[in-house]
Nanobody, 123 residues
Framework: QVQLVESGGGLVQAGGSLRLSCTSSGPTFSAHTMGWFRQAPGEERVVVAAIDGSGENTFYTEAVKGRFTISRDNAKNMVYLQMSDLKPEDTAVYFC????????????????WGQGTQVTVSS
């Protein structure tokens, strides 16, 4: 299993920006599709964004499209989530995740999870 550690969460005013980072262990980072999920208080965990192994293809949920950007640096075993124009409804614990074995998007099975990082957006 892949070991994942998120960082970069914090408190920000509405309209502000944050960049989340995720460090992945293991020698096969580029072979895994990576993603970001979030879970708001009292809500189910939902997908935010995903990126394939090459970094050439991405997916975003409609709620964040145009505001968030997912990227990766395979040489550093890192994946990022740049969040701009943050809204109070973006408040959640954000989780980094890795697919079990796929390197492309679609029908992903995310089985490795980080511990999460809290993002709080004030109005």
């Amino acid at each position: 299993q892949v070991q994942l550690v998120e960082s970069g969460g914090g408190l920000v005013q509405a309209g502000g920006s944050l960049r989340l980072s995720c460090t992945s262990s293991g020698p096969t980072f580029s072979a895994h599709t990576m993603g970001w999920f979030r879970q708001a208080p009292g809500e189910e965990r939902v997908v935010v964004a995903a990126i394939d192994g090459s970094g050439e293809n991405t997916f975003y949920t409609e709620a964040v499209k145009g505001r968030f950007t997912i990227s990766r640096d395979n040489a550093k075993n890192m994946v990022y989530l740049q969040m701009s124009d943050l809204k109070p409804e973006d408040t959640a614990v954000y989780f980094c995740t890795a697919d079990r074995w796929k390197s492309d998007l679609g029908a992903n099975q995310f089985t490795s999870w980080g511990q999460g990082t809290q993002v709080t957006v004030s109005s």
